[in-house]
């Protein structure tokens, strides 16, 4: 019997990197407001911006349909690959994260929550890119820090991925994301269940 995957899963070629750009200039006119765990949401427990600092962003809806219609068509690959029958859990969040925004260690499965508990898979789906190297005003759609930390069990691992490209994980897996030190770390996170 084939083990279950350990280790996060790239997948490559979501988005090409035009179509990176043209959601991050949409993400960027979208209105916007403070993302918030399902605790908050449904708990009407306040945000709590010590957790995390991050934006989510209300973009319009052909875009929402055309990242849905792309996260749909993975789903008998990642079934495969984690060994579980999925469908998508919700809709995805279009998620900014501005110098000196943050996500402190967090899994995305909360058993008390009516959405979040169904959750199974994260995927990260990366609309900019990581410099590995501090300077002092990135271009637009690169960023410093930001890093997404997923801990698959003994430690953290550092997991960098290319604009348009996403990374899979089991949902009850602790992850993080370091504070962003320059330009802005745009996202789509996405849940199957």
Request: aromatic residues 8%; glycine residues 8%.
């Amino acid at each position: 019997m084939r083990a279950v995957t350990r280790a996060p899963v790239r997948v490559s070629g979501l988005l090409s990197r035009r179509d990176c750009a043209l959601l991050r200039s949409e993400m960027d006119g979208a209105p916007s407001r403070w993302a918030e765990t399902s605790q908050e949401r449904e708990g009407g427990v306040e945000t709590d911006i010590n957790r995390r600092r991050v934006r989510l962003a209300q973009v319009a809806v052909p875009w929402s349909a055309a990242v849905n219609n792309r996260l749909q068509a993975l789903i008998p690959a990642l079934g495969s690959q984690f060994r579980a029958r999925l469908c998508i859990a919700e809709s995805p969040q279009f998620l900014s994260y501005w110098p000196g925004h943050f996500y402190t260690p967090h899994r995305d499965v909360d058993p008390n929550a009516r959405r979040g508990g169904r959750r199974k898979i994260t995927l990260i789906l990366q609309l900019s890119d990581l410099l590995k190297h501090a300077i002092a005003e990135p271009q637009r759609g690169w960023h410093c820090g930001g890093s997404l930390l997923v801990h698959t069990g003994r430690e953290y691992e550092s997991v960098i991925v290319r604009p348009g490209d996403g990374v899979a994980f089991p949902a009850s897996y602790l992850h993080a994301v370091t504070p962003v030190t320059a330009g802005v770390r745009q996202v789509v996170v996405a849940w199957y269940a």
